[in-house]
């Protein structure tokens, strides 16, 4: 397998190599994401770039990228976000400026239907293991998730924001409460109520 210094002082591009790589960290990235609800476990790192035929040599290299993107985006990105911009035959990366739903906005206490529960659910799933932290273009005429999503965010509008691109994504309060959701589905848990920060959830029947 292609390694990370197999490309340092290249100066052509093999488009076979370059997608290895790209399979490799984003299978990375899977894996990271179990620590979520696991912040106590330790993520073997030697036992993954083995199975994935790393050599050891890259071990550090790897790491060492992933907590540089880690610290970029805690403070050079802490109050923006990027963004792909095309113009022409151009891409560009841009940022805008985080424009979440203020918090004074949000009720103290929220009501959701059993329903509106299974719909968050599919929706942050969908946005972060399909999408990949893409968003949903309502406007666009498409699948049945988008009009499910068009009709959320209009019956609890801060659990979504609407980017500068016209493209709706989770708020930080939506995407927390699915990720709680998921968790709860996991680990076959009955929702009643939910807790997050100073906001609480309430789930009823549909009835």
Known sequence: M???SDLKGSTSYNKEQFRKILRVLNQIVDYLEK???????KFNF????????????EVDDIIDLF????GIFEMVFKKHRLQKYRAGNQVYLITEKRDNYKAHEIPETITLSAS???LLNDIIYVFKHVKRGKGFDIVKNGSELLAKVKDMKEAHPYLFELRGNGVVYPSEL???LG?????????NKELDI???NNHTIRVVDNG
């Open 2 to 4: 292609t390694s990370v």
């Open 35 to 41: 620590f979520e609800e696991h912040y106590e476990k």
């Open 46 to 57: 030697s036992k993954l770039v083995e199975l994935l035929g790393i050599p050891r040599s």
């Open 67 to 70: 907590l540089n993107f880690q």
């Open 116 to 118: 509106h529960i299974k």
């Open 174 to 176: 939506g995407l927390k």
């Open 179 to 187: 990720e709680i959701i998921i968790s709860y589905n996991k680990s």
């Open 194 to 196: 939910i807790q997050i």
